[in-house]
C-alpha cells in the first residue's frame, strides 16, 4: 500500500519488479545488481524466481549469500532494504549504503560479477545536479554490469530523447558501447 511519495521516493510496485525478471528470463544461475534499491523490492524478487530454479539447498544458499547486490544512499531506505531481505531470507544482505555513482564500474565487474542490472533511479535529479539524470544512472549500470549482461531499466520517456547536450552525449556512448 502507498508509493512512498510522501518520504521523497517513488517505490517500484511488485508487477513491476515481476514484469522485470520476465523481460530478463531470469535464471538460477544470474547475480542481480540495483544500484538504487529502495526498499530492496527488485533484489526480492530476483531471489523469489531464482529460488523457485534452483536444483538443490545449496544453490538456494549460493542465490541468498552471494548472487544479489544493492546500493542505496539513503540511510532511512537502506535500513528498511536490508530489514526486508533478511526478514525474506537472504542469508547476507549485500547491500550498501553509498553513493552508486561514486563506485568504479570496472571495480564492480569483478567485485559482484553481476550479469543483470533492474533499477528504477531516482527521477528528476537531473534538476539538482546534472550528473543526476536517469539517463546517467542507467550509463553507470550498463558500464557495471558484465559483458554480454542484459539490463532493465524504468525511466520517463523524456529520459531517453536527452534534453540538454551531457544527456544527449551519454545516450550516444551509450548507443555506441551497448546493445539495445
Known amino acids: 500500500g502507498g508509493d512512498g511519495q510522501t ?3 517513488v517505490l517500484t510496485p511488485t508487477h513491476i519488479t515481476e514484469l522485470f525478471c520476465d523481460l530478463i528470463n531470469l535464471k538460477a544461475s544470474d547475480k ?10 527488485f533484489l526480492i524478487t530476483a531471489m523469489d524466481y531464482m529460488l523457485l530454479q534452483a536444483k538443490n539447498e545449496r544453490q538456494k544458499e549460493e542465490i ?3 548472487q544479489l547486490f544493492g546500493f542505496e544512499l539513503q540511510s532511512f531506505m537502506f535500513a528498511v532494504a536490508t530489514a526486508n531481505m533478511v526478514l525474506r531470507g537472504d542469508g547476507k544482505s549485500n547491500l550498501y549504503d553509498e553513493d552508486f555513482l561514486k563506485q568504479n564500474p570496472l571495480n564492480l565487474q569483478e567485485n559482484f560479477m553481476a550479469n543483470v542490472g533492474f533499477m528504477n533511479p531516482p527521477y528528476s535529479q537531473g534538476k539538482i545536479d546534472k550528473n543526476l539524470t536517469e539517463i546517467a544512472f542507467t550509463e553507470h549500470l550498463l558500464n557495471s554490469i558484465l559483458k554480454d549482461g ?3 531499466v524504468i525511466v520517463p520517456q523524456s529520459a531517453m530523447t536527452g534534453k540538454s547536450k551531457e544527456e544527449k ?3 550516444a556512448n551509450i548507443l555506441k558501447h551497448h546493445t539495445l
Do not use: E, M, Q
Request: glycine share 14%; with cysteine; net charge positive.
Open 150 to 152: 542484459k539490463v532493465v
Open 169 to 171: 552525449a551519454i545516450k
Open 32 to 41: 542481480v545488481l540495483d544500484p538504487c534499491c529502495g526498499t530492496g523490492s
Open 64 to 66: 541468498r549469500k552471494n
Open 7 to 9: 518520504l521523497g521516493i
